[in-house]
């Protein structure tokens, strides 16, 4: 199994509160087309944050599925092992979900088929769940897991063999290539840099991993010297650190500020894991857990400091902008 883990693709240590699964597995997906097929192994990164951000929206502690199934063959994990899900009303302590990473009348291509099995077989292997196989639509009106996959369940092709061996990454033997394609850089801020860096045409700021942003970070690479593969992962950004003299305003870009889980990318709450170390500076700073994630407890703590350093009114917020961080730390 290809496994991709929640650290790889920039997720939580963990999501969800704790469940023991054991009546089966649940096939879902997306809704409408989501067009990943055919596209590069980055666009499932973008696609599966974008599911964990959305469920975030909705009140839910994270990602809804136990993993995501990719039409590359990889296995995304999201919630895991023993967590409860929010997928299929009805069956969430009790089933464990994984999703195809297909909607509408997209056809899961032979990889992601695979992948579907291997980490039903991952999970079997490892506790006690039983051999059973559902769609969403058995536990509420619902299209899902669509059309081609309900085929999948009802000829039980689903059912087939897999490997419940992870090979983190993807990696086999030499380490493969995907622990390479984890971002440690929002996409923001990959445009941004491309452009400080004099890239012409300037990219369009609007965090989007699209064909004219791979060319740019790919010409970033190639000025930096290191390898061109158009992924920002630690290589590539430890370069562009050293070039820049790692200096970033405040730390971060004008404008933006650290606080809780939000829809605005300008917003840093650790969901990057290039943002935790300032976070954990700043939750060291307000003597609340450092965990890296700015969360209400880390809100809280930091309004306390603030009406203890004299700030008043709206500067009484709980967010840490360039203000808050300059009286924090000079």
């Not at 506790?127 to 669509?146: D, E, K, L, N």
Request: charged share 20%; with cysteine.
């Amino acid at each position: 199994m290809k496994l991709i883990t929640r650290k790889m693709w920039g997720g939580p240590a963990s999501i969800g509160s704790y469940a023991n699964p054991t009546k089966g597995c649940v096939a879902h997906y997306n809704g409408g087309a989501i067009g990943l097929i055919g596209k590069p192994h980055l666009a499932c990164y973008d696609y599966v944050r974008r599911v964990h951000r959305q469920h975030l929206n909705q009140g839910w502690a994270g990602g809804g599925y136990s993993a995501l199934a990719c039409p590359h063959g990889y296995v995304f994990e999201m919630r895991g092992l023993d967590r409860q899900q929010a997928a299929q009303p009805g069956g969430n302590s009790t089933w464990y979900s994984i999703q195809m990473m297909v909607g509408g009348n997209e056809k899961p291509t032979p990889e992601m088929i695979q992948a579907w099995r291997d980490y039903r077989t991952y999970i079997r292997q490892r506790r006690a769940v039983a051999s059973a196989i559902r769609g969403h639509y058995q536990f509420i009106s619902t299209s899902c897991p669509g059309t081609p996959t309900k085929r999948l369940i009802a000829d039980g092709t689903l059912a087939g063999a897999g490997s419940g061996t992870p090979a983190p990454g993807g990696g086999s033997g030499g380490g493969g290539t995907v622990p390479h394609m984890t971002s440690v850089r929002p996409v923001r801020d990959q445009q941004e840099a491309v452009n400080d860096l004099g890239y012409t045409p300037r990219l369009e700021v609007d965090g989007k991993f699209g064909k004219l942003t791979l060319a740019g970070v790919e010409w970033l690479q190639e000025e930096l010297g290191v390898t061109v593969d158009g992924l920002w992962g630690k290589v590539t950004e430890a370069a562009y650190l050293k070039r820049t003299g790692g200096a970033e305003p405040y730390p971060l870009p004008a404008g933006h500020w650290y606080g809780p889980e939000s829809v605005d990318p300008r917003n840093h709450s650790g969901f990057w894991e290039r943002d935790r170390p300032a976070i954990r500076k700043i939750q060291d700073k307000v003597g609340v857990k450092k965990d890296g994630r700015y969360g209400p407890k880390t809100k809280d703590g930091v309004a306390a400091w603030q009406r203890r350093a004299g700030f008043t009114g709206r500067d009484v917020d709980g967010l840490t902008g360039p203000k808050t961080w300059r009286k924090m730390f000079g």
